[in-house]
């Protein structure tokens, strides 16, 4: 019995041996990987500096609408990720992509990731830029964002449309999570790794050229610490907006993933209200997962461009 255990103490210990070094070689090869990748990363859009950072934008085309895109939680590289739609609304209006700092090319921040905090970020990239009057666009995350943006900044905005865009009343918003695993496991390289396995992207809908750069912004963003203190303040953000509603006579239009959710099965019935809560809003359904401009783009545009064109005045 003795000889047993000291054998299999004596195999846990090499196994424990084996890990630690695997993980050290991982860890080496993730800080090495992700430095040489930086070195080589083309910019693009431009820099407007906010809070003594620099955040990075996008601004394409030209027209009567000017549309502002903001992107859902932990898009590692929003402008990259919103191209497909970017490309297909700049024809006819002049479109903004913003990337909040941590995110894309913009600097990191350890200012606290309230939807105050980050609505205000954006908001004043928006004001170097000159721009007075638009239209805000939101994926996921960005509907609740929208929300705190209309309370502070709503004189601006000529519409609201969402892109599967949260609403304050979905389910399972006040889950806990694990940021000292996360962040241990972007500092072992596991979370590389695990990256690695797909990207999870439409295969048509961008270059390889995009699709590289997305990977190593992914590589450098996610799991980092303005990322994982956003995620700990997703529960208090929706909290905070409880009971909060878009300005009546602002329009609003808003894209959702048809058929069943079971994640959230109220996901329709709570879209309709909030295009309901609204003088002038509507709801359109679309098949599909969760980010719904990677595979509906070209619909996405021709609705907006169509909604705004015919928003009435506020």
């Given at each position: 019995m003795r000889t047993f255990l000291r054998r299999t103490l004596k195999t846990l210990g090499v196994l424990l041996g084996v890990l630690v070094l695997a993980l050290g070689a991982t860890t080496v090869w993730n800080q090495i990987a992700t430095a040489n990748e930086a070195k080589h990363l083309p910019e693009y859009g431009q820099f407007v500096e906010v809070d003594g950072k620099r955040m990075n934008v996008v601004v394409s085309g030209s027209g009567p609408e000017t549309i502002v895109l903001i992107p859902g939680f932990g898009t590692a590289a929003p402008a990259l990720d919103f191209d497909p739609l970017i490309r297909e609304l700049s024809d006819e209006a002049r479109v903004i992509a913003l990337e909040p700092l941590g995110f894309g090319l913009s600097d990191p921040t350890d200012v606290p990731r309230t939807a105050e905090h980050i609505v205000t970020e954006m908001h004043e990239a928006v004001s170097q830029l000159g721009v007075e009057e638009y239209a805000l666009m939101g994926h996921s995350i960005g509907g609740i964002y929208g929300l705190k943006w209309a309370e502070l900044f709503g004189d601006e905005l000529t519409a609201f449309v969402g892109i599967d865009s949260s609403v304050p009343e979905q389910a399972n918003m006040d889950t806990q999570f694990p940021t000292g695993l996360m962040a241990a496991a972007r500092f072992t390289g596991i979370a590389r790794i695990a990256a690695g396995l797909g990207d999870g992207l439409d295969g048509t809908a961008y270059s390889d050229e995009i699709r590289h750069d997305m990977t190593v912004l992914a590589n450098q963003n996610s799991l980092s610490p303005t990322y994982l203190d956003e995620m700990e303040h997703i529960a208090p953000n929706f909290r905070n907006a409880q009971g909060t509603t878009?300005?009546?006579?602002?329009?609003?239009?808003l894209f959702a993933q048809a058929g069943e959710n079971?994640?959230?099965?109220?996901?329709?019935?709570?879209?309709?209200?909030?295009?309901?809560s609204v003088d002038y809003g509507k709801l359109v359904l679309l098949p599909g997962e969760h980010y719904l401009h990677h595979t509906h783009s070209p619909e996405i545009a021709e609705q907006t461009l169509a909604f705004l064109d015919g928003k009435p005045a506020r």
């Open positions: 878009f300005p009546k006579d602002l329009p609003v239009l079971p994640g959230q099965p109220d996901w329709i019935t709570l879209h309709e209200e909030q295009a309901a």
